[in-house]
């Protein structure tokens, strides 16, 4: 079988931040990679899980949730896949996931979809986990252009 693109991409270079991965027609995949890949440190699964949920909650109601298709964790827990389509420009994109994790970061209350019979493990869930990740990265990001995109 073929090597798929992603893993052509020598991780052991990667720092944190946000990235295109690829462009498929009109569909771009951002990575934001909150891990240094293969450091030891990853993020742990209830955070990552919590995370998820208020991610897509907030991505998926603001102004370009038309143009949202994907929203979800990385295998290896070092960071998030997100999916937009190319009307949504490059500073837009950046601008929505820093408003996604200071929407995260500053969250109080129940978690979206975390009921019994909305999610697939209601009980795996870390908010104070998914709050400290999304401030973090909050920081990682500010100042983040569109130059910076290219892995
Ligand atoms: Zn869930």
Known sequence: MKTIASFTVNHDTLEKGMYISRIDGDVIT????????????YLPVPAMHTFEHL?????RNSAFSDSVLYVGPMGCRTGFYFLLRDRV???EAIRLVQES??????????????????CGNYLEHDLAGAKAAAADMCRVLEGWTPAMLAY
């Open 30 to 41: 951002y990575d934001i990679r909150m891990k240094k890949p293969n450091g030891g440190d």
């Open 55 to 59: 991610f897509a909650t907030y991505a």
């Open 101 to 118: 994790f200071a929407f995260i970061a500053a969250f109080e209350g129940e978690i979206p979809g975390s009921k019994r019979w909305e």
């Open 89 to 91: 420009s490059s500073e």
